[in-house]
């Protein structure tokens, strides 16, 4: 069973803190559609933009899990890649219901930033401190997605299916926190892996921001 008194779920809360302080406000894109003032046009920019992003992310996960094959921070990585797979097929639906967008589906650079980052950690990160890192940021993004599935429910009238995408990823992410604890091991990252993590987190965090500001401005 889990215990806060273990120095890895002490390190994890601590980063996960330090990359969603309680005092930053939402991205302007999620703020606009919690207050149905969002424009589904951009939700199919968005569909798009994900499905480049899924690929890659998943490529790089498992990149991450065959570096580490050995341990079980390797299943771990696995893990992650298909559950990629999983909200992958989630996307064709909401695209759907989004409807044809004038805006060519070609990659935005700042939407591409995250998983380029995502691919360069999968070869020059270290895994205990990538994981510690994609924990880190689990919270916010489920907290984004939860809102919009909220918001296309009341202000668009999606249905279950539309909303798939965003349901996926507004889940609890205990149990993958939990399990990345216990494969990086109770004694808790070194030094050097927890000053990485947080390297790594301010830059996902960062490259994670440009990409709701960029599909926020688009006319």
């Known amino acids: 069973m889990p215990t806060a008194d273990r120095p890895i779920d002490r390190q994890l809360q601590e980063l996960r803190a330090e990359s969603t302080p ?3 406000e939402p991205p302007t894109l999620v703020r606009e559609f919690a207050t149905g003032r969002g424009r589904i046009g951009v ?3 968005l569909a798009a933009q994900q499905e480049r992003i899924i690929a890659s992310d998943r490529r790089s996960l498992l990149l991450l ?3 580490c094959a050995d341990v079980p921070l ?3 990585f696995a893990g992650l890649a298909d559950g990629e797979s999983a909200a992958l ?3 064709p ?3 759907a219901a989004c409807g044809p967008t004038e805006t060519p589906a070609e990659p935005l650079p700042g939407c591409q930033a995250y998983p380029a980052y995502l691919a360069w950690l999968s070869l020059n990160g270290h895994p205990p401190a990538v994981a510690a890192a994609l924990v880190a940021n689990f919270t916010a993004w489920g907290g984004y997605c939860a809102t919009l599935a909220g918001a296309l429910r009341r202000f668009h009238g999606f249905g279950e299916e539309a909303c798939a995408f965003f349901d996926f990823f507004a889940q609890p992410p205990t149990a993958l926190e939990q399990a990345a604890a216990d494969t990086l091991g109770p004694a808790g990252l070194t030094d050097p892996d927890l000053d990485a993590a947080r390297e790594y ?6 490259y994670e921001r440009l990409f709701w500001s ?3 401005e688009l006319p």
Not at 201 to 206: C, D, E, K, P, T
């Open 89 to 91: 097929r989630t996307l």
């Open 22 to 24: 309680p005092t930053e």
């Open 93 to 95: 639906a909401l695209a």
């Open 201 to 206: 987190g301010r830059l996902l965090q960062a």
């Open 74 to 76: 390797g299943a771990w």
């Open 65 to 67: 899990a065959t570096r």
């Open 43 to 45: 939700l199919a920019v």
């Open 214 to 216: 960029t599909l926020a």
